[in-house]
């Protein structure tokens, strides 16, 4: 039987991303020239170009004033908690519906966005952290990721206050994934939700989880040992144990530990053994070393959807954190509706399953899909007014 083949356009990807985004976020028209089409042409222009709204306003011919258009998001956009649903239910709208079926590996994480101004309202709105980019406050989100066949649907995303406590964060994210009917088979967590807060709510609500255990204690070098967590970094073969961790309440939780030790044969210069230290529990039975460490290291493509977020991500200096959550959400429907498309469109499907190949069309070419077909629409401000000729 011979097989019907479409073209894709970059008409119909912004068709689609358009209606997506409209159908949940639901922004309203401000005006004859501030129209909703004309809000998320400019926002995608934005995203695409890795820009400020100021700086697509001003590159695209036919296009309000970037006042005009701040104005007209403020105006219809709802508060945060409203917008963090809706973005949360876009993020869900093309999810396959394979992801519901079955119980699915959940990767979570925390994003910083380095920020280096002052709060709007609230002193909460800006999180604390460790240097990074020359400062200690950022605007912090968590996301919640599942990963088929090499593609990653962001399946959750939640904005994080300053103090607010990390089991919290993972609640929220849990509900909001269920309500997607996406069921966690075990949650990938990053080290810094190794606390003993996370681990109990985790084992209470007994989700299986695995993620590093940070090594705290005496080094190995001190004259009387290491201790704490640092006696796994010892070990020079795997292994299996038990340790218990005590926080500043004196609340314990006990995990079971997974002891995975390599050879570095010299990479990065570096020779000797190198322990790996994995934390689990809520059920979790890993069958082997390798599978701890490999199934963990499938979580390290939840780095490459950071690093594409960057590329979509709309730059701004303001301080309003609204305007900063609807950036970064746009960044990740638009990355969510690329992967639909390679596994929906363009993903051939024979015998055996679904053949994605994300080489067919790079996020970067779509993205660049969505700015041709901005400037086409609205035309391109190519010239200046100059104060000489160059031919005087």
Known sequence: ??????????????AHAQFLCQKHLRLADHGPKCTAGMLWTILFYAACRISSIAAACKALLRAPSDTAVHDALLATLPDTHELQRRANRALQGDLPKVLRRRRQPLAIDLHLVPYHGQPLKDPAEVYRSQAKSGTCSFHAYATAYVIRQGLRFTVALTWV?????LRDVVRRLLQQAAKAGVRPRYLLLDRGFCSVAVIRYLQAARYAFLMPLPLRGRKLDHPEGPSGSRVFGAYKRSGWSSYTLTDAKKRKATVRVCVK???????RGKHGRQA???????????SSY???KET??????IETTY????????RTSTRDPLLRLLY???ALILRNVWVWLHWQVLAPRRGGGRRVDTNRLTFRAMLLWLQHWAEACLGVRDEIHAEYSMWT
Do not use: D
């Not at 206050?161 to 406590?165: I, L």
């Not at 790996?276 to 890993?286: D, H, K, R, S, T």
């Not at 963990?296 to 493509?301: D, G």
């Open 161 to 165: 206050k300053r103090g607010e406590p």
């Open 1 to 14: 039987m011979r097989h019907n083949h479409y073209t894709l356009t970059p008409a119909a990807v912004r």
């Open 307 to 314: 690093r594409q977020l960057q590329q979509a991500r709309i």
């Open 328 to 330: 970064v959400a746009v």
């Open 296 to 301: 963990y290291r499938s979580r390290f493509a």
């Open 276 to 286: 790996l230290v994995y934390a689990y529990g809520g059920g979790l039975q890993p």
């Open 261 to 267: 030790c390599r050879n570095l044969r010299g990479e």
């Open 290 to 292: 390798r599978w701890v």
